[in-house]
Structures are given as C-alpha cells and as structure tokens.
C-alpha cells in the first residue's frame, strides 16, 4: 500500500479534522500527519485499528504455538480429548 497519497501536515488536521475523520472512516486508509515536513504519527479509523489489533493477537497466539511445538511441549490428540471429555462429564 502506497502512503505517499495520505499524507497531511498537522496544521490541516487541525483546521479541518472533522472532515479527514469521516474521510478516514470511509477510505479505511490510514493518514500519515507531518511536523516540520517529517512525518509524525500514523492515524486511522477505528474499525481498521480494532482489525489489526484482532489479527496482531491471531498472530501472538501462532507463533507462541509454534515455540511451544519447538520446545517439545506437545501431547497427542486422544490424550487431550480424554482429558476434555473427562473435565465435561465431571461438570
């Protein structure tokens, strides 16, 4: 994705926020806000930020999977469904 096309000085923000923010809501593209000509902070609407944070999390529990594979800490499928059915039949 190209970021070149979203870019806004801070001084436009702040004279026209409203309308970057629905326009964010609606291109669900983020903005990259500039100070002095170098680019500062990144701001995007809600909807895509709760999307990243969902998959960031996905991605968290893969590879904290994957080292425990790593480290040998595994148990065979039956084992774990007996144990699940035990705990349901027990509840």
């Known amino acids: ?5 979203q870019v806004k000085p801070i001084s ?3 004279a026209h926020a409203a309308e970057i923010l629905l326009d964010l809501a609606k291109r ?3 903005l990259v806000i500039t ?3 170098e680019a500062r902070a990144v701001l995007q609407d ?3 930020y709760e999307e990243i944070q969902s998959t960031l999390a996905l991605l968290k529990l893969l590879a904290l999977g994957n080292r425990e594979i790593e480290e040998g800490r595994v148990r065979p499928l039956k084992d774990v469904v ?6 349901k039949a027990e509840a």
């Open 35 to 37: 100070q002095n000509g």
């Open 1 to 5: 994705m190209q970021y070149s096309s």
């Open 28 to 30: 669900r593209e983020p």
């Open 82 to 87: 007996r144990r699940l059915r035990a705990k």
């Open 12 to 14: 436009q923000l702040k």
């Open 46 to 48: 809600v909807v895509s």
